[in-house]
Every structure is written in structure tokens, then in C-alpha cells.
């Protein structure tokens, strides 16, 4: 079964660093783009930062500066590095990949839940 698995949430103060994980099930070597997405309690889930297949890094205002994407395509992962967390940050992420059309390419996985609180 094709699937994505993130991991590495949890709960830290403001200021605060996490690192989450996004495994994929098959080779992410040949998708466009790889993103990851978040989505607060009672918001719509937006577009927190992408990466493309040949390395290009695009992130929301929100976090530039703070956040760092990065692909592992031997690992089939996608981990994003968090830093100088804000309350503002606390959301469940999620990653997919993006064809060269916008279609996903996989289904949604669960998420994992950051929560910024001191």
C-alpha cells in the first residue's frame, strides 16, 4: 500500500527546535515536488514549505527563516527542520508529493501534531 508516515512531532516551549519525518512507502526520487502542510484547529490546511526534484526550496512567509526542508530520495523521506518555534506553529503537519499537473500523489497520511505551549 502506498503511504506516507510522518513523525517527530510533539510538544515544545517557544523558542524551541523539532525535526519531523515524512517516510514514503515508494521511491520519491522522480516526484516533482515534496511539500509539507499544516493545518491549525479550525483553519484551512495551507502550504508551508515545498522542495522540487532539483533541489528548489519554497517556503510560506510565515515560516521563512525559521524552517528548513530537505529530502533524503535513498530514504524515500522528507524531514523538516523547525526552529524558533512560535505558539502560532502549533498545527498538525502533514507531507504529500505534487505531480508536474498539482495532483497529489498520495493519499493523506495522519499527521503528526506539533503543539508550541510553555
Known amino acids: 500500500q502506498v503511504q506516507l508516515v510522518e513523525s517527530g512531532g510533539g510538544l515544545v516551549q517557544p523558542g524551541g527546535s523539532l525535526r519531523l519525518s515524512c517516510a514514503a512507502s515508494v521511491s520519491i526520487l522522480r516526484i516533482n515536488v515534496m511539500d509539507w502542510y499544516r493545518q491549525a484547529p479550525g483553519k484551512e490546511r495551507e502550504l508551508a514549505a515545498s522542495i522540487t526534484s532539483g533541489g528548489w526550496l519554497i517556503y510560506a512567509d510565515s515560516v521563512k527563516g525559521r524552517f528548513t526542508i530537505s529530502r533524503d530520495n535513498a530514504e524515500n523521506t522528507v524531514y523538516l527542520q523547525m526552529n524558533s518555534l512560535k505558539p502560532e506553529d502549533t498545527a498538525v503537519y502533514y507531507c504529500?508529493?505534487?505531480?508536474?499537473?498539482?495532483?497529489?500523489?498520495?493519499?493523506w497520511g495522519q499527521g503528526t501534531q506539533v503543539t508550541v505551549s510553555s
Open positions: 504529500n508529493g505534487r505531480r508536474s499537473s498539482g495532483d497529489y500523489v498520495f493519499d
